[in-house]
Nanobody
């Protein structure tokens, strides 16, 4: 497994931007698909975006399409989530997650998780 440590997040006005980072250690990073999930208070954890091991293929939830960009730098063992044009409904705790070999949109299929980081979008 990989160990994931997140950074970034915070308070941003609506329409603003944030970038989240997810640094991996342990097992070989490019053996794993990387994803971001989020969880708002009182709601289930939901899929946001995923990227395959190579970084060539990305997948997005409809709600963030054309606003968020997931990427990874395998040389630096780090994944990223660039969030643009943030909306109030993007407020949540964001988690990065790694799954061996292939991505999934189901959070229960991921083996490794970051510690979570709060993103708050203000009006």
């Amino acid at each position: 497994q990989v160990h994931l440590v997140q950074s970034g997040g915070g308070l941003v006005p609506a329409g603003g931007t944030l970038r989240l980072s997810c640094a991996a250690s342990g097992d070989t990073f490019n053996n794993y698909a990387l994803a971001w999930f989020r969880q708002a208070p009182g709601k289930e954890r939901e899929f946001v975006a995923a990227v395959d091991w190579s970084g060539d293929n990305t997948y997005y939830a409809h709600s963030v399409l054309d606003r968020f960009t997931i990427s990874r730098d395998n040389a630096e063992n780090t994944g990223y989530l660039q969030m643009n044009n943030l909306k109030l409904e993007d407020t949540a705790v964001y988690y990065c997650a790694a799954r061996f070999a292939i991505h999934s949109t189901h959070h229960w299929e991921y083996e490794s998780w970051g510690q979570g980081t709060q993103v708050t979008v203000s009006s």
